[in-house]
């Protein structure tokens, strides 16, 4: 069985991978045509803050376990953050592309989160392959370099609010609220997306090992039928659940193991 790419996980686990830290702050990383504006909270609402964690996640994939997973958030000197995730193959799995990392490198903006570089580190069998991106905001423009696809390079024109993947996963725990409609411009690996999430109307018991939420499910429709759901909880600053569908059928799926926040 093959280890799921790293474009099946969501927008928060884009590239699905987190680079080494210190690759991210080494690098320090076309419009569309009718582009959707980036969410803002109307007045009523309240961002949920950004906070330091560290979850642990189990991998599964078409229900058979594949290793663990590692997201974090780091405080850095103000205004920066690094967000880092890291996955890890148990077994022979080790050998099959479930073993990568990927970082980005933020600022916080008020209560928006702008990239400034990217790291991705992935290993499979022998071969070690890694990327870094820069997002340039004196230019407006983002490029690649090191194991880039062809065509991949950029630059890529970038307006105010775009996010990488995994910033976007954290926008959605900030930004979701029942019923909300969620608009995002997605700008990671060379490539430029509109992304758009539906939160549920109504909250949902979400089970996980032995611990149970009251959680938020978001659902983004992607190209082709494909379906990535997020499960986001009141208290907890990481995702609960993350499930990637492909033609109706579950397919790789992050659950909750445990996590530790800025007061824990």
Known sequence: MMAPSMRTLTAALALLLSAPPAAAQVA???????PLPPTQPSPSDTPRPLQPFVATYQVFHAGRELGMATLQVVPLEAPRWRVDLTMEGQGLM???GLNAQQSTLFERDGDAFRPLTQATVRRVFLARHKTVGVYDWATHSARWTGDVRRGRAGPVALRDGDMSGLLIDLAVIRDAAPGRTLHYRFVDDGRMREHTWQVAPQTENVSVGDLSYDAMRADRVQAGGDETILWVAAGVPTPIR?????DGADSTDLRLVEYKGASQ
Not at 28 to 34: G, K, L, Q, Y
Not at 242 to 246: M, V
């Open 94 to 96: 080790r050998m099959t």
């Open 28 to 34: 320090a990383p076309a419009p569309a045509a009718s």
């Open 242 to 246: 993350i499930l990637q569908r492909e």
